[in-house]
């Protein structure tokens, strides 16, 4: 009986590490109950060590999904699944335009701001947001930063 038990284990395990190379969760099922399998004949044999052989067996399917993991990075197809380089200002990334004709120009609050709305700057609508202050529909603002698509107002001071 121990043998078909250790026999049990080794496939599944053999199966849940090949799931990372060909998924579909068709192996790692099989896997997985081949070590349940495994676990359920090792309790039957022995009842007074069933204890361990549920522990022994929890940690051979983690080091085994660890092992599977760390060989799966080190494949050609593990490299598709990381980023192999950052994506930096030097380098030419840009992740939003700034539109930096936008600066100290005045505009219409078209929804509330609270803190975030919409506003128009008499040729278009813009999402802003404004420094954490509830600002009315209908006020006059002023645009006070432009970071790629954020763009902060603050209200015109009116004398």
């Known amino acids: 009986m121990i043998g078909w038990m250790i026999l049990f284990l080794v496939a599944g395990m053999v199966l849940i590490i090949s799931e990372f190379f060909l998924p579909g969760a068709i192996l790692g099922g099989l896997g997985v109950l081949l070590v349940i399998i495994s676990t359920v004949l090792g309790v039957y044999s022995y009842p007074g060590y069933g204890v361990f052989i549920v522990i022994g067996e929890l940690v051979g399917v983690c080091i085994c999904a660890v092992l599977g993991f760390l060989l799966l990075t080190r ?22 335009a700034s539109d930096l004709g936008l600066l100290h120009r005045e505009a219409v609050v078209l929804t509330a701001l609270r803190p975030s709305g919409t506003i128009n700057t008499g040729d278009k609508r ?6 954490g202050i509830f600002i009315e529909e209908g006020t006059r603002v002023r645009i006070v930063e432009v970071h790629g698509s954020r763009v902060v107002v603050e209200p015109v001071e009116t004398v």
């Open 75 to 96: 494949t050609r197809a593990g490299s598709y699944l990381r980023l192999g380089h950052a994506q930096t200002a030097e380098s030419g990334y840009v992740s939003a």
């Open 126 to 131: 813009i999402d802003a947001v404004s420094n």
